[in-house]
């Protein structure tokens, strides 16, 4: 196989280098012969830490669509992707290596009549752990459950689950050797699942400075989804008339947004970065994610590797472009950490050693 070769600082410690990719592996031992395919700052490959290919907003989408919402990720620089949820099936990715990794969580388990339609399983907690079960099987090592949504009789967002329900399926999902996340807009549902044994929370906008010190203690992760946090007026605005209750609590928790996922990255929790793309939002977005959250008390460094080598690292991948790592690589003109604003504009891409754009 033919050597290619990439120069320029390689992030995260910014050392200019020579770097070589042979038979899809990172190596600087030089190979004369190697193609030069691009010059610039090296990043490893972008990590959309919350996504959900398969999905549109109205359920399932075909594989043709699957195909588009992964290569536009790709295009992007986004080489691997979290899939926290979808009603398709879209193990066949796994085959083809010119779309991203994808590291699934199985479809979505909800209560019942308390989540988005066609979306995802919808039960009882009696039921839970067995369906953790099922989606541990089914999936890449994550598990996804809804933990708050609208409950119509309060007009507003309520937890979904009991502790012992939540408790159950926590140890049904580690004995599998799966995590699980859960989605969380509000706060009452936080205490119960943080205190339940979870591995991460979607969104955390009800979080307070108790829940962040507990995560914190426990290991908990957090992927805010920012830039899906600035839906949530819509959100408001489409159920007012209906759940007054639900529209104030929205409005509430959109503007203390900033202060609260700040709060948390201040005391420690480890924070990654997410699109929430599939849904509302298109395929594509981790460049704005990257800059969004570096509006929310993190710097430049901190937001970029929170879609990068620490992603890559909580994911089980190889957290940078050392001696004989996999060849996942982004390619940008200028610096990065210097002007996020780049993250739009990716020069090259490789992607398993293979250069992909």
Known sequence: MSALRVRGPVL?????????VVDGRVTYERVASAEL????WV???LVDAHCHVGLDE???????VQEEQAL?????????????????DTAWIHEREDLPRLVRAGRHIARTRRYL????????PEDLPAYVAREADRGDGWVKIVGDWIERDAGDLAPCWPRESLEAAMRTAHEHGARVTAHVFGHDALPDLIGSGIDCIEHGTGLTADLVDEMVARGVALVPTVRQLQNFPIYAAAGRDRFPGYAAHMTRLFESRREVIGAAHEAGVAIYAGTDAGGVLPHGLIGEEVRELATYGLSAREALGAASWRARSWL?????????????LVVFGRD??????????????????????
């Open 37 to 40: 395919v691009a010059e610039g």
């Open 12 to 20: 995260p410690d910014g050392e200019v280098r020579d770097l070589y």
């Open 43 to 45: 990043v490893p490959g």
């Open 72 to 88: 536009a990720d790709r295009d992007a620089g986004a080489l691997l992707l979290r899939d926290c949820g979808s009603a398709s």
């Open 316 to 328: 089980g991948l190889d957290d940078n472009l050392a001696e004989g790592t996999t060849a996942d």
């Open 58 to 64: 109205n359920g399932a989408v075909p594989p043709e």
């Open 117 to 124: 339609r066609n979306y995802a399983h919808e039960i009882e």
């Open 336 to 357: 990065p950490l210097a002007d996020l604003d780049v993250l739009a504009e990716p020069e090259r891409i490789l992607l398993r050693g293979r250069v992909v754009r």
